[in-house]
């Protein structure tokens, strides 16, 4: 992130160092602190090329995934909820850029039907995508193992390669918003791997040793 060029209030930096990403600590892997610390990261850097009010982007990607307090199915609409019932956010932001930092946050989720409402919606959407196929791949092991822990190895496979395919192969729903973003080229180094089932296979298999190591 090109930090010198990127300005915002310092005590909103540090309420939401403070009070929010803490937050995440408490999710499973695949949503923890570094993960919310690399879409803010990478929302920035967009909220650059777009022009875009850096604040707004950072508080949307720090709060795009607090909803899953209250479980995965519709954790975006309860961060969306959540941001807007934030009183301390109030400090720094008018009533109708609150609404429509929570319209980007509920936005952000990728099963989503409908398209981001606007540009703010597009860059945390587009950020939280993160497509670095090992990361997504370790990210899909994990989240596995956290929310089906009676499934043995081969289910848990199963479960693996099901999801990539429904997200991320070809026709599926994952959709990107943002053409500059370094997520076309990488979603499809991770198409390639999809289709190939036996390497597929030997990643996953490593991946599942290393996270269950010592379980």
Request: no cysteine; net charge negative; hydrophobic share 40%.
């Amino acid at each position: 992130m090109k930090k010198d060029r990127i300005e915002l209030p310092v005590e909103l930096i540090a309420y939401i160092r403070q009070q929010i990403i803490p937050q995440y600590a408490h999710f499973d892997k695949a949503h923890q602190i570094d993960h919310v610390e690399r879409v803010i990261e990478e929302s920035l850097d967009l909220a650059l090329l777009y022009k875009l009010n850096p604040a707004m982007v950072y508080v949307i990607a720090a709060y795009h995934d607090l909803g899953l307090s209250e479980g995965r199915e519709f954790h975006h609409l309860v961060s969306g909820s959540i941001l807007q019932a934030d009183e301390t956010l109030r400090q720094w932001f008018t009533k109708e850029q609150i609404v429509q930092m929570k319209e980007a946050v509920e936005d952000h989720r990728a099963s989503n039907a409908h398209s981001p409402r606007s540009l703010f919606g597009r860059v945390v959407a587009e950020a939280d995508r993160i497509i670095d196929p090992e990361l997504t791949l370790r990210r899909t092991v994990q989240y596995g193992l956290a929310n089906y822990p009676e499934m043995n190895y081969e289910q848990q496979y199963i479960r693996f390669r099901e999801h990539l395919h429904e997200k991320y192969a070809e026709g599926g729903y994952l959709k990107l918003w943002i053409p500059q973003s370094a997520n076309a080229q990488q979603l499809l180094q991770l198409r390639r791997l999809i289709a190939d089932e036996p390497q597929l296979k030997v990643v996953f298999e490593e991946l599942y040793r290393r996270e269950t190591a010592g379980a």
